[in-house]
């Protein structure tokens, strides 16, 4: 086995990792869907530490198993119960003395944590922990229960999440799969262990896992009157190929948190995305759209300054969903002082700009008091008008964001 390193050179470029912007090594965390075959927590965190291609090994600092009540007490019964065939101690513990050098009292990488999946429970108000995944609605519970987690993981910029899809259910690692399809970034990691016959199918009488990695102290296997070396195991730690499909939005914080909200907005963005941009006109006198050729007039100056708006904070990309953070922009941009907490960090500074530049040639006066309302009718009048005349080019339900087009000004 590789003689441990410092963490510093655990996270060296070569592993994929880089310092922080707050000189920081990233914290490192592993998230592992987890059945009745808790072996693959030891054997991915081996393979992590003693890397087959030569490269840096890494030592997670938190292990996350995500698993059902079954799972849970499988966890406890093979890596967490102390065992003669490995001196007295538990499998986790000797796991961890043998990579973290002693794993001294004051060590707390390699703390294994178990998130246990769990749904409502209507009949009393509270949550019901699953003991296993055998329904439709055990399945959307695992689907919540996993992107949360995952979300959870992606979120700080000085984290870097390792996440293995070998164990628990196929739809538990599919799910994970899709979730970081969905939300890991390119400097995560989707892993899944391979371990070479026959030691990922050495049980005990009560099917309890021998193997748990090679350089354990339980050395001689035996099934069918066989005997084999654990040290003889090869595991390979494979790389799951994913699309960082978040880079496409630079505000993750505003996608939906549930898995079925978040499918559907990454469809309709890619519905936008694919639409063949339509040629939009406004003019004043009178106040019309021009979408395609399709004209639309509109009932009053309002509503064209406000589709005036959108369409240009379109293509600043400045909008998301949130109509109340829209009529704060929408003010700024008519020189009228926004209220900045109902504005996004990201954009705050854009939006104080934006009003200085143009406080000394405000807007009309009814701009200064402008609501989500304000800004959610004129568009739905203009969604409304269009599907009417058979215009192609549509506008979404429920978002500001619009599909491609090109705005040629306002006349």
Same mark, same amino acid.
């Given at each position: ?17 880089? $310092? ?14 987890? &059945? ?18 030569? &490269? ?19 966890? @406890? ?20 003395? #043998?990579?973290? @050098? ?41 689907? #919540? ?98 699309? $960082? ?82 009529? #704060? ?8 002082? $926004? ?5 996004? $960090? ?16 405000? &807007? #009309?006066?009814?701009?200064? &008091? ?42």
């Amino acid at each position: 086995m590789k003689k441990r390193e410092s963490r510093k050179a655990e996270l060296s470029p070569t592993g994929g990792d880089q $310092p922080t912007a707050r000189g920081r090594e990233p914290r490192v965390t592993l998230l592992a869907v987890v &059945g009745v075959s808790p072996a693959i927590l030891s054997e991915t965190v081996w393979a992590l530490a003693n890397p087959a291609d030569g &490269g840096a090994p890494v030592t997670p600092d938190d292990v996350i198993a995500i698993t059902t009540l079954r799972g849970q007490d499988a966890i @406890g019964r093979c890596l967490q119960t102390p065992s003669p065939n490995f001196n007295g101690r538990t499998v986790w513990q000797t796991l961890r003395e #043998e990579l973290l @050098g002693g794993a001294s009292p004051g060590e707390e990488r390699l703390t294994l944590r178990i998130s246990v999946i769990e749904r409502p429970d209507p009949a009393t108000g509270g949550t019901e922990k699953l003991a296993d995944i055998k329904d439709r609605s055990h399945n959307m519970a695992a689907a #919540e229960h996993i992107l949360k987690a995952v979300r959870d993981h992606t979120d700080a910029d000085d984290e870097r999440l390792i996440a293995s899809i070998a164990g628990g259910r196929k739809t538990m690692g599919a799910l994970l799969h899709a979730a970081f399809s969905h939300l890991a970034r390119p400097q995560d990691r989707l892993t899944h262990i391979l371990v070479s016959e026959p030691y990922d199918s050495l049980y005990d009488s009560e099917r309890n896992p021998l193997f748990f990695y090679p350089t354990q102290p339980h050395q001689s296997l035996t099934r069918d009157g066989r005997t084999f070396e654990a040290r003889q195991a090869r595991l390979d730690l494979a790389d799951v190929p994913f699309a $960082p499909m978040r880079l496409r939005f630079p505000d993750i914080a505003k996608i939906p948190s549930r898995f079925r909200d978040l499918v559907q907005t990454y469809v309709a963005t890619w519905a936008r995305d694919a639409s063949k941009p339509a040629l939009i006109e406004l003019r004043r006198d009178p106040p019309r759209a021009i979408v395609d050729g399709v004209k639309v007039e509109f009932e009053s100056e309002r509503q064209l300054r406000v589709v005036e708006f959108i369409l240009i904070a379109n293509q600043r990309d400045w909008l998301v969903r949130d109509q109340v953070e829209a009529a #704060e922009l929408f003010k700024a941009c008519h020189g009228y002082q $926004p209220t900045l907490e109902r504005v996004r $960090p990201a954009l705050r500074k854009v939006a104080q700009q934006t009003f200085e530049e143009r406080r000394l040639t405000p &807007g #009309e006066p009814w701009i200064a &008091g402008a609501s989500s309302e304000d800004i959610k009718r004129p568009l739905s009048w203009l969604r409304v008008a269009l599907r009417k005349l058979g215009c192609p080019w549509k506008i979404p339900e429920r978002d500001l964001r619009l599909f491609p087009f090109r705005f040629s000004g306002t006349q």
